[in-house]
Structures are given as C-alpha cells and as structure tokens.
C-alpha cells in the first residue's frame, strides 16, 4: 500500500490516507489503529491492513455498484465492518436479481430496450447506512461531504474528505486520469439519446464548479492513478461536450416533416400504401415508424421486406387492398434486415396466414429463432406483443445471389447499428435499390445530416466492424434509392453516403481519445468476454448442460487472459478456470460443462413445481488480460431447479 495523504481529524489526530489497487482502487483512511475503506475490490486490501497497523475497519462507503469495487465482500467480517453507499444504488446491492432477468422486457429498469445496462453484485450485500446528496459522514473525528454524482452509475457518489488547507476526492469511476471516461458503456443508459452522458456532464460540470470553489487537493477515481492536476475537470468536460455533438444525431428523425422522409413515393388506390417505383410499395408517411414494405412481381408474386409495429388489422388491409388494387397473389417470403424484434413481430401472422417463409441472412438466423441466449437490446423476445423466437426458413449466406421472378436479388452483410444486420439489394424499375434496415435515416438534400443511427454497444456493434465498414460498403455498391425501414426512402443518396462513411471514422476517433486503453474496445464492448448461451437452464432432469465462453482479443498483438467462472452454490463449472492466449484481432471459444447438485441449493419448490424468477441466480466472470486484473465485469444467468 501506498500513503498518498495526511490530514488532522477535529480532535488534532492524525489521519493517514492509503492506496491499493486489485479489481479497482481502494483507499484507506485510517485514524490509530481503525480504518474506513473507500471501495474494496477483491477484499486483497484486507491482507494488507496489519501491514500499517489497522486492526478494525469499521465501515466500507462504496462509491457505486459495480462489481468490481465490491467483490470482495463475503472475506468481510459484517458483524464488526458496517457498508455505507449512495441512496439511489441501495436496491442495486440489496436486490441485484431483480435487474437480471429470465424474461427480459423493452422497459425494463436500469436497461436498454431489455439488456441491463447496471453491473451489481451476484449476491445482495446489505447496506447499513445510506447517502443522500450533500449529506456527510462522521468517523473519528472526520467528517466526510457526500455528493451525489450519477453518471457512470445511476447513483454513485463522490466523497471528499476535508482538512484545513486541502480536499480529497474520491470520485468513483466519474473520470480517468488523462481527462477520459471508464467504461462506455457504463454510461449508455438509453437507445442514443445520450441520458446517461448528460447525467455525466452534469456530475463533472458540479465537480468543475466545486473545485473553482474550493480547489481540490487530489482527485482519487477508483481506476487509474490519482489526478493531481483537477484542471482535468475542465478538459474532461469540454471533450464530453464535444463528443455528445457527435454521438447523438443532432436531426429529428421520426418527427421529421414528410417531405424530408420520403420525396418518391405516391399514393395508391390502397389506403395504407404509397408506390415507390413501379414494383415497389411502403407504407404511407401517417405510417411511419412502422416497418412493412413490399415488391410486387409482374407474376402476382411478392416479397415483404421488414414487417413489425403496425396491427394485425393495418398488414391485412394493406394486403387485401394490395390484393384488390396491384396485383398482388402470392407472398413468398418476408425478409428481416436485422436481430431487431420489431422488424418482425408480424412474422408469426405473415407464415401462418399468407404462408410466406422468412428469410434473414445466415448470422443473424439464432438472433431470431432463439432471442433470450442473448443479452442483446431490442430482441423479440422483450416486446409486449412479442414471441420467444421464430423459425427462419432460409438463410443465407454473405453475398448469396437469388433469382426471384425475374430479379436478380442479392443479400450481403451489412452491420453498423448492429453486427447482426445485412442489406437486401436488386436492381427494378431502372434504379440500384438497397434495404437497409435502420443503418442509415436522414434526408440526404440537407447537407448538415450524416444519416447515422444510434451508437448502442449493447448492439454488438464494434466501429471498425460495423458502421465504417457497413458504410463503406453503401458508398461502393452506390445505390440510387437507399429503402430504410420505419417507413424512409432516400433518393439520390451518394454525397449523403459520403458524409456517413466520414462521420463513422469521426466518431471512431472521439472513442479512441475518450476511453483509456490503448484499444478502446475493451472500455466500449460490453461483451468482450460472453456466455452462449446468456440463459442457461439446469432445471431439466439431465441435471447438466453446457455453455460457450468466448474471449476476444482487440489488440495487434497476442494477448494472454484468465477468466475464472464463480458459480452460486451448488453451480459447478468444469472447467472453472480459462487460461490461454488468443492471436492478434482473434478470439476463442471455451466450452464449459455446468451441473448442479440439489442437495446445495436451499431453494423452496414453487406451486406448479417449475424453475421461478427467484431461482434464477448469477454466474460472474472474472477476468484478466496479462497483467491486468479487470475482475467480475460480465456475468450469464443459470436457472436453478427448486428443492424439495
């Protein structure tokens, strides 16, 4: 342990102030032979305290949540160490199962459209006193301010500890040494509207004035060396402004006046459906947001591309009037640009009353048929008025050429918003026409728009495998009409397309100088070490089951890793350690067998006999890349089966 500090307690004492660092940083304050920690990592720190004299630690004050500063609970002795933590965190170490869950929906708290944006611990850790903002904490003598200062959690707090002629600040994960964030995705706490960033903003905005106020001595973040320069407020600041103005589009998309959305189409004589070119067909713009378009073969035969949001009762008079009116005999097939459940909620309806198949491209086909082994945002599964997975009739590979009534249709890879994506292009009616899903929305006339959708890593969605490659991809294949879905036509696109492909590398940039490591994926990626399946059953009479752990690797170089898999009693993982070495750019994949032993699990059996929402328990993952300890970032879900 380092001493980083002194200060005098209120009876003339002194108070010496320590540093360690495992899964995160923590710090000592110790006053004779007692102490309070600021966070606690793995519990190492426990270890050392004989090595200054602490005997006792008579409280832990958690900043925030995050399993990394509170792993090391259950080495603490709570009937002589008592937890302290902000207010707002309290139910997220209390309660954590309540923010995983076997059924995920689109609201559900502290996520983004279903997948859980809050990292608490795999078992509740009790809390024995609560923060409020600008409450205080006395302790030999001390007395400690408590800020509230959400941002990088939804309710951390910065502590500072006071003495005549300096201010300690302990910040949690609110800033980086160099000015940067963590984590990014810590801080999406939206669908790119920038909610979480803004909260941030803010809690630096009130760092800034208090240090204009009283300046701080040193600023003491839970990752990273201490600051001793608090000007970074400053900078930090202005760079989240700057990158805000980047991140979030800036253009309203879905409010968009009609004319900016769609400057081709025209009405028909069917009610709900506006003619695009002479084959093609979209929904109207009192339509929009919804997903439904259609090619109409002069054979009668048709091809639905995305179907989702709109009723029952809108898909089956737009058919029957498209039945009446063009033409229409058959549908073969509806296509699905991307994992996303609203592009498909009709599905089910388009197979069993039309008979059409679905088709998706190859990688994003298990996305679909079996949503909940991902802990992805926006999967079927989490609408209300979804389903738990459909079967994909046909699936096809990157660059499959089909030849449909004539057309020469094709279906390559496309991510961007979301790895699992693809493009579905042909040419009609004299014009290169591309389905693009919801990588690209904008009015391409307006010079100032660069038609970006959401940046949500919970997406799966990497930069340099997503939407600079994918836009790069658009600006070669230089179509003339750009179909996106929610109702959007883009004429004459390649200046816009352009300004895509540039705003891409832009924002790539702005990551790479925002997050600390030299690789900003692993501060991005909130899936760099994952579990397949995410949901893992072990109610079933097999007693066991298997899952895939991959490891992926970002850098230019091999890279080494450890990830332990810690399992709730009665969970044994065989193997329960991965240790291996991953080339450059490459991952790996770990099978790992799971079983579970009834007689450890104290379980009450339910009514009806079945596995419940409170036997679903956590599986964390903790992690090490060479000489970096990360500890349990990620986790998957195991239901348990009920005792007897």
Sequence with gaps: MNEVGQCKTSQGTIAKLYHTSDTCNVYVVQVGDRAILIDLGDGTVLDRLPLVGVKHVDWILFTHHHREQCQGIAAVDRTTTKVAAGAIERELFEAPMAFRKWYPKLGDKYSVYGASFVRPPAKKILIDQEFQDNGSFSWQGLDLQCWLTPGHSPGSMTYVLPDRDQRFVFTGDIIHDGAKMVTWFDSEWDYGFAKGIDTLIASVERLVSENKREPFSRILPSHGPPIYDAIQLTTYRDRLNHFRSRYVRGYPVFDMPNEQRDTLSQPT?????????????????????????????????????????????????????ARQHLGLKQIDAFWISHMHGDHFLLGPTMKEKYGAEAWTLDRIVDRCENPRRYDYSALVSTYDDGFDGMKIDRPFTDGQVMEWEGYRVQIDWM??????????????????????????????????????????????????????????????????????????????????????????????????????????EYRFDPYWVSAYPYRVDLTELSSKSSVVITVRNFRSEPQSHRVQIKTPPGVVAVP???????????????????????????????????????????????????????????????????KE
């Design 415 to 520: 991510p961007g918003q979301t790895e699992f994506g693809c493009c579905l292009w042909l040419e009609m009616d004299g014009k290169r026409i591309a389905f693009t899903g919801d990588n690209i929305f904008g009015y391409p006339a307006d010079p100032t728009q660069d038609g970006h959708e959401a940046v949500v890593a919970r997406n799966s969605c990497i930069f340099d495998e997503g939407y600079t490659l994918g836009s790069r991809y658009l600006m070669e294949l230089s179509p003339d009409i750009i179909m996106g879905s929610h109702s959007y036509v883009m004429d004459q696109p390649q200046a816009f397309l352009v300004r895509y492909h540039e705003w891409s590398k832009e924002i790539t940039k702005i990551f790479r100088d925002l997050l600390p490591d030299h690789d900003y």
């Design 576 to 642: 329960d350690v991965i240790e291996g070495t991953i080339d450059a750019r490459q991952r790996k994949n770990y099978p790992v067998e799971l079983r579970w032993d009834p007689e450890a699990f104290p379980q009450k059996h339910s009514e009806q006999g079945n596995a419940t929402e409170s036997q679903v328990q956590m599986v964390t993952l903790d992690i090490q890349l060479d000489e970096q300890r990360y500890g349990e970032w990620f986790d998957f879900l195991v239901m348990v089966p009920a």
């Design 269 to 321: 004589s069917v009610p709900l459906l506006n003619r695009v070119t002479p084959h093609l067909y979209k929904l109207r713009d009192s339509s929009k947001g919804k997903n439904f378009a259609m090619i109409i073969a002069d054979s009668g035969h048709a091809l639905v591309l995305d179907c989702g949001l709109l009723s029952k009762n809108e898909l089956e008079e737009a058919i029957a009037g």
